[in-house]
């Protein structure tokens, strides 16, 4: 025999795959518990810190929106909306002036109810175009471009008022 086969037959149980050796399965066993336990351990940590970020967050969250909330309306007491209220203010007062201009140029009660309509359906789109533009400006007060954009609406207005103004009168 050769000293190969002699070992393979001394340390036959090492080399029988067909049968574990007494103990295994308990062994098998306690390193599964152990292995779980481990685990287990493991993640409780990591709920309980899961559950402290989950309460933090939601606790940083409620402050920023009660303070956003209660902010609200300082952000629309900004410099922009005040001077924009004031523009706004000056255009409807010149606007008024002119329809009132309108009005006094017609030559009968019912050509300046007429006229009066016909300057208003004119201006009726203006107004339309005004109020996006408004809601466009509440939402970012600091955008110049829309604020500049209202301005010009309300400058436009004007500008037709005073052309029905010229025509009128010069009949």
């Excluded at 049968?19 to 493991?42: I, W, Y």
């Excluded at 609200?72 to 002119?98: C, F, G, I, W």
């Excluded at 400006?137 to 110049?144: G, K, Q």
Aim: overall charge negative; charged content about 30%.
């Amino acid at each position: 025999m050769s000293v190969l086969e002699d070992k393979i037959k001394k340390n036959r149980q090492h080399y029988d795959v067909h049968e574990p050796d007494q103990g295994h399965v308990d062994r098998f066993a306690s390193r599964l518990d152990a292995e779980f336990h481990a685990n287990e351990r493991k993640t409780k940590r990591p709920i309980w810190r899961l559950a402290a970020a989950v309460i933090l967050i939601a606790g940083l969250s409620g402050v920023l929106l009660y303070q956003y909330a209660g902010n609200s309306s300082t952000v629309k007491a900004s410099p922009m909306t005040d001077e924009l209220s004031m523009v706004v203010d000056h255009y409807n007062r010149l606007t008024d002036q002119r329809l009132n201009d309108i009005s006094n140029c017609a030559t009968s009660e019912e050509e300046a109810v007429r006229i009066d309509q016909m300057a208003r359906e004119q201006l009726g789109q203006l107004e339309k175009d005004a109020g996006t533009l408004q809601e466009e400006l509440n939402e970012d007060a600091s955008n110049d471009r829309v604020y500049g954009a209202l301005v010009t609406n309300y400058r436009t207005r004007i500008k037709i008022l005073d052309n029905i103004i010229t025509k009128i009168c010069q009949l």
